[in-house]
């Protein structure tokens, strides 16, 4: 998982980031508040779009100046391979365990 921070000048309804392109965004955050919603139309009270080609955030009303935008997203790193995949792939045993593992994590469901 990464962290981006974006700090407003005040007045825009949103940004624009590279890192963003194409990512899994988990979180988004107004000055510490998160948003109810991550959604890719147009967004209402509590929510934040999120535009996958350009990396685009947006909220419904403008950001004030100084206002702390917080985007928690997942990395290409941070990719675990369902069990389905890793049967199809050899990998290292140490790969594969932590791969199965993390992905029960990721679910919310545990493997015991």
Known sequence: MKKLEYIAIG????????????????????????MSKIVTEAPQDKQAQYLISTGGINFKSSLSENEDVIV?????????????????????????????NASFIVNGSGSF
């Open 72 to 100: 928690l997203y997942a990395d290409a790193e941070d990719v675990c391979f369902p069990v389905s995949v890793q049967d199809g792939f050899i990998l290292p045993e140490a790969i594969a365990g932590f791969a199965y």
């Open 11 to 34: 007045g825009e309804y949103g940004f624009t980031n590279p890192l963003l392109i194409g990512r899994r965004i988990l979180s988004v955050m107004r000055d510490g508040v998160g």
